[in-house]
Nanobody, 116 residues
């Protein structure tokens, strides 16, 4: 059984920062990538950022220069540093893990709310 435990969401003012963490545990092997998606009310879930086990990263255009993804392969953990937050960043952020065997796992989601 695989478990993804997310933390770090919350309420922040525009221009503020947050750091999300996601730790994968259980019977999970050969992780290919870990990443973050988000879903705002009434919108589809979208990719925010992803990092491969080799360290390659990819970001949504809307967060480039503001968000930074990093990972710790030894701990099966991925982080997302969110800076210069905007109200439009408000969403539920989901951790995603993909293995080399094409298994996909999702976290339960953590709420990020940007509001004054």
């Amino acid at each position: 059984q695989v478990q993804l435990v997310e933390s770090g969401g919350g309420l922040v003012q525009p221009g503020g920062s947050l750091r999300l963490s996601c730790a994968a545990s259980g019977s999970i092997y050969n992780i290919y990538s870990m990443g973050w998606y988000r879903q705002a009310p009434g919108k589809q879930r979208e990719l925010v950022a992803v990092i491969t086990s080799g360290g390659r990263t990819n970001y949504a255009d809307s967060v480039k220069g503001r968000f930074t993804i990093s990972g710790d392969n030894a701990k099966n953990t991925v982080y997302l540093q969110l800076n210069s937050l905007k109200p439009e960043d408000t969403a539920v952020y989901y951790c995603n893990v993909a293995t080399a065997h094409a298994n996909i796992y999702w976290g339960q989601g953590t709420q990020v709310t940007v509001s004054s």
